[in-house]
């Protein structure tokens, strides 16, 4: 009796602890798909839903966690500023993306800046060592993933060097993605000098909605006057591959002012994993010309207003009058892009997307494969990626160039910390398109024919993939 008791005083409990977390969920106007998907997520998978709500469903907002003060890092140090857009050859077009770049993100514009593309993760790491043992005054390293195998411990065996030359070393890793880097190693890291900080630490006491907001930005600012940044991270699976392929990413190194917006961002995030302002004027050199390429330093996060990066992609894809390029490993996009897609395709534009055949992440796989239908239907082409993996995420719109963090899916566009760069040149454009022609020779592409006639079980697994595609 007393058991029965207990049992219906816990289902109550349960009951009006569900019903009042749904109350909430809807209070805040959130995407209707994803409440519908987590409504659904909460009543058929009792417990087990409710904890998978807490743990990656509840909003956070990291603006509630920022003084006002930091942010003025992103306006003190702009080097450019949107009066200046009439006197820069700029078409409609580019004129168009900077202008709402410059709105939603706070993208000053860089001139003369110098872009080297790097698709093979030696060149990129010999580069990167390279330029690190060069530096004189800091150095400012941001990673989603940071391991201490064999690359890794060849770039922490070089800031152990630089620390203790006297060089300011400052590194940021998330919390989650590094969580393979021991305790050990970071405090290893911290008595040679070099200041290691965990964003939005995740503990056992504080299992919440924090380990669903990630940084997964990768910055590299060497002395204010080199810069990385990419697909990239950190550890030896970007060179050996995984047990079924190859891994192929795409990373840039930048030279000239750009590298003041990576830097700028990079203070930001510096000033939130712990409180330390980082105002003096040595941080932001002044710039030599090193070449041509006009750009913007793009970020998006759950502190911001927009969802700039995906508002971005799709201005870049409404106003594309040639081709639409795109590789991506993660295809989970909203009803917006979609829309902009198709209705390029349908103007005509050629638009080709390449995708994993296989990938690190099954569900997600099954969910990317769930949208093909639509895309196929439209005339877009796609392909399949057969020598590996591609973990790159680039963009090619005519004579506009879009490389970074940022994956084509629900989680970088509202719940990641991401950074990519929007490059306005015509030759930089055109190195991209190489690229992609290069990679379309190891990809299949998918004819709408044999698509339409896979095995029913595909569809399935597709189609319960995809009312997951929201939370994933």
């Known amino acids: 009796?007393?058991?029965?008791?207990?049992?219906?005083?816990?289902?109550?409990?349960?009951?009006?602890?569900?019903?009042?977390?749904?109350?909430?969920?809807?209070?805040?106007?959130?995407?209707?798909?994803?409440?519908?998907?987590?409504?659904?997520?909460?009543?058929?998978?009792?417990?087990?839903?409710?904890?998978?709500?807490?743990?990656?469903?509840?909003?956070?907002?990291?603006?509630?966690?920022?003084?006002?003060?930091?942010?003025?890092?992103?306006?003190?140090?702009?080097?450019?500023?949107?009066?200046?857009?009439?006197?820069?050859?700029l078409s409609d077009t580019q004129r168009s993306i900077a202008t709402l770049a410059y709105r939603n993100s706070d993208?000053?514009?860089?001139?003369?800046?110098?872009?080297?593309?790097?698709?093979?993760?030696?060149?990129?790491?010999?580069?990167?060592?390279?330029?690190?043992?060069?530096a004189k005054h800091h150095i400012h390293m941001e990673y989603y993933i940071f391991l201490a195998d064999k690359i890794g411990s060849a770039v922490m065996d070089v800031l152990k060097e630089k620390a203790k030359e006297g060089v300011v070393v400052r590194v940021i890793i998330d919390d989650v993605g590094s969580w393979q880097l021991k305790k050990k190693k970071i405090k290893e890291l911290r008595n040679a000098g070099?200041?290691?900080?965990?964003?939005?630490?995740?503990?056992?006491?504080?299992?919440?909605?924090?380990?669903?907001?990630?940084?997964?930005?990768?910055?590299?600012?060497?002395?204010?006057?080199?810069?990385?940044?990419?697909?990239?991270?950190?550890?030896?699976?970007?060179?050996?591959?995984?047990?079924?392929?190859?891994?192929?990413?795409?990373?840039?190194?930048?030279?000239?002012?750009?590298?003041?917006?990576?830097?700028?961002?990079?203070?930001?995030?510096?000033?939130?994993?712990?409180?330390?302002?980082?105002?003096?004027?040595?941080?932001?050199?002044?710039?030599?010309?090193?070449?041509?390429?006009?750009?913007?330093?793009?970020?998006?996060g759950p502190d911001m207003t927009w969802e700039s990066i995906m508002q971005v992609f799709a201005k870049a894809f409404m106003e594309a009058k040639e081709r639409i390029y795109i590789e991506t490993p993660y295809f989970l996009p909203p009803e917006s892009l979609i829309t902009a897609l198709q209705t390029a395709a349908l103007c005509g534009v050629d638009v080709r997307l390449i995708l994993p055949m296989k990938s690190d992440a099954r569900i997600t796989l099954y969910s990317t494969f769930s949208y093909l239908d639509q895309m196929l239907k439209a005339g877009i082409k796609v392909y399949l990626y057969q020598k590996g993996f591609i973990h790159s995420k680039i963009v090619v719109?005519?004579?506009?160039?879009?490389?970074?963090?940022a994956n084509m899916d629900f989680r970088s566009f509202e719940q990641n910390f991401e950074l990519s760069v929007i490059m306005y040149d015509a030759e930089i454009a055109k190195k991209m398109v190489e690229i992609y022609e290069n990679d379309l020779r190891s990809s299949e592409e998918i004819k709408k024919e044999e698509w339409t006639t896979r095995r029913f079980s595909q569809k399935i697994k597709e189609s319960l993939a995809r009312l997951l595609s929201p939370l994933l």
């Not at 590299?220 to 190859?246: E, M, Q």
């Open 397 to 405: 719109t005519d004579d506009i160039a879009i490389i970074g963090s």
């Open 1 to 89: 009796m007393i058991w029965d008791i207990a049992y219906i005083i816990l289902f109550a409990i349960y009951v009006y602890t569900i019903f009042t977390t749904i109350i909430f969920m809807l209070v805040e106007n959130r995407n209707p798909v994803k409440s519908i998907a987590w409504i659904l997520v909460l009543i058929f998978l009792p417990v087990v839903g409710f904890l998978f709500y807490i743990l990656v469903g509840r909003k956070f907002r990291k603006r509630h966690m920022i003084s006002k003060r930091s942010l003025l890092i992103n306006k003190k140090n702009n080097t450019s500023d949107l009066t200046e857009l009439p006197n820069l050859n």
């Open 107 to 134: 993208a000053p514009l860089h001139e003369n800046s110098k872009i080297d593309i790097f698709t093979d993760a030696n060149e990129l790491y010999s580069s990167i060592i390279e330029d690190l043992r060069k």
């Open 194 to 300: 070099i200041d290691v900080q965990s964003f939005l630490e995740v503990g056992l006491p504080y299992i919440n909605s924090r380990v669903n907001y990630r940084n997964h930005r990768k910055i590299i600012v060497i002395d204010g006057v080199v810069g990385y940044t990419g697909g990239f991270n950190i550890a030896d699976r970007y060179v050996k591959g995984l047990s079924w392929g190859p891994w192929r990413d795409t990373h840039i190194k930048i030279e000239g002012s750009a590298v003041l917006g990576l830097q700028k961002n990079f203070l930001t995030d510096w000033f939130f994993v712990k409180r330390e302002l980082v105002e003096d004027v040595t941080y932001y050199p002044a710039q030599e010309r090193k070449g041509n390429c006009l750009s913007q330093i793009i970020i998006s």
